[in-house]
């Protein structure tokens, strides 16, 4: 399969403390990359990623993802530049996107935003400014004079990847970004979806698909007992049935009755009721569970549909630390390439 590498991704909900031995953990078993969120108001990304940066030696970390409203396009540029001055840009994959469900669902955004344009306009400039260049243009979505630019000379060669859900910015990811990351229960046909999307974008630069990382956090469970691994997905699972955007459901092939029947207990009786209704269909559907040899043969529909990097997310597994060695010792050396 031609996987570049295996990464986790991790929640920002758990105490620092368990976010930072799971990392030290990841980098010892030999993940490529550990995926740190920022997810409503829990523990801030950039904090955390300095910290990981400074108690590993090799694992990269990836900022999955900032938004440009909560901070400011440059403050972004500062933060990740900063970071990559700790390990050095090769370790830093940075990530941006709108939020778009989370900030509204805070009230931080008013009805005149424009999450699209302010996400690209941030984009451009956060290029530039990693570049050691003047902004160089008059934003719309946010304050800055076009000859803004940082006061410190950033590392050479980092990276902004892009957050992104719809097609249109889909597409703006392949024409501004670096790579993509794929949120919340991605599915293989969301994934061949998405990468159609990102073919456009990169052909509107003149770029390859070669040019752009795709990765996407993959709902994982991987334990002795098959029937216990995929329990373990279905609240979780349920959850985000729930709230994720329309597309990621649309575009995934899932029966539609089975996806609403459970939409419709999580609003009328709660997860514990919505998650009785995840059946075997929505479990192979939205995530990679079982066993390791079925999580090797789940992972094999993404790569078919053009995922680089997926990222084991959320779950793991019944045993967590069993659940890591195993992917990082098997499901690892079974997906990537080999150098």
């Not at 953990?25 to 950039?46: I, K, M, W, Y």
């Not at 999450?115 to 400014?129: D, F, G, H, K, L």
Request: hydrophobic share 45%; aromatic share 8%; glycine share 10%.
């Amino acid at each position: 399969m031609p996987f570049t590498g295996l990464g986790i991704s991790l929640s920002n909900e758990d105490h620092l403390g368990t976010t930072l031995a799971i990392a030290q953990r990841a980098d010892r078993l030999g993940f490529t990359e550990v995926s740190l969120p920022e997810s409503r108001q829990h523990r801030a990304v950039f904090t955390a990623a300095a910290a990981v940066l400074a108690t590993t030696r090799t694992v990269r970390v990836r900022i999955g993802i900032a938004n440009p409203v909560t901070r400011h396009p440059s403050v972004l540029a500062m933060e990740a530049a900063t970071l990559a001055e700790i390990a050095g840009p090769g370790r830093v994959r940075f990530g941006i996107g709108a939020a778009e469900w989370t900030l509204k669902a805070l009230g931080y955004v008013d009805d005149e935003w424009l999450p699209y344009t302010n996400t690209v306009e941030s984009i451009r400039a956060i290029r530039r400014w990693f570049n050691g260049q003047d902004l160089g243009f008059e934003p719309t979505t946010f304050r800055s004079p076009a000859t803004s630019r940082l006061d410190f000379e950033p590392p050479k060669g980092m990276t902004i990847d892009v957050g992104a859900v719809n097609a249109r910015m889909m597409q703006a990811a392949g024409e501004h970004g670096d790579g993509v990351q794929l949120g919340a229960i991605t599915s293989a046909g969301y994934t061949a979806w998405a990468y159609e999307h990102l073919v456009v974008g990169a052909r509107r630069s003149g770029r390859k698909m070669s040019d752009i990382l795709v990765s996407g956090n993959i709902l994982t469970s991987v334990g002795r007992d098959r029937a216990e691994a995929r329990d373990a997905v279905r609240r979780v699972l349920a959850y985000y049935l729930w709230r994720v955007e329309g597309v990621v459901v649309s575009e995934s092939g899932a029966d539609p009755e089975a996806v609403q029947a459970v939409r419709d207990a999580m609003n009328n009786s709660g997860p514990h009721a919505a998650a009785s209704l995840i059946n075997d269909h929505l479990i192979d559907t939205f995530s990679v569970s079982g066993t390791v040899d079925d999580v090797v043969v789940g992972l094999a529909r993404y790569a078919d549909a053009g995922m680089d990097l997926p990222l084991a997310w959320y779950t793991f597994g019944p045993d967590v630390d069993w659940a890591l060695e195993r992917l990082a010792g098997e499901v690892l050396p079974a997906v990537c390439r080999a150098g």
